[in-house]
Nanobody, 119 residues
Framework: QVQLVEFGGGLVQPGGSLRLSCAAS????????MAWYRQAPGKQRELVARITSGGSTNYADSVKGRFTISRDTAKSTVYLQMNSLKPEDTAVYYC?????????????WGQGTQVTVSS
């Protein structure tokens, strides 16, 4: 069972920056695809950014050019650098790890961290 623990949420003013971190308790972190999702009140959870085991990335249109996802295999950690934050970025952010084997994909989730963008 893989545990994912997020850090770095908080309150920030519009235009500000935050960096989220997600530490994974696995020795085979390099095999996992990692992603950040978010869920705002009354809305469905949505994909924010994804990074594959090979380092390829993709982003939701709403965050392109503002957010950057990265991973540090040595630390088994994935990051989300968020710049030029907007009030509409306010949500609970969840770390996701996916491992695909012969049995198919298995998803693991962190507990979530609150990001609030407000003046």
């Amino acid at each position: 069972q893989v545990q994912l623990v997020e850090f770095g949420g908080g309150l920030v003013q519009p235009g500000g920056s935050l960096r989220l971190s997600c530490a994974a308790s696995t020795s085979i972190f390099m095999l996992y695809g990692m992603a950040w999702y978010r869920q705002a009140p009354g809305k469905q959870r949505e994909l924010v950014a994804r990074i594959t085991s090979g380092g390829s990335t993709n982003y939701a249109d709403s965050v392109k050019g503002r957010f950057t996802i990265s991973r540090d295999t040595a630390k088994s950690t994935v990051y989300l650098q968020m710049n030029s934050l907007k009030p509409e970025d306010t949500a609970v952010y969840y770390c996701n790890g996916r491992l695909t084997d012969r049995a198919g994909p298995k998803d693991y989730w962190g507990q979530g961290t609150q990001v609030t963008v407000s003046s």
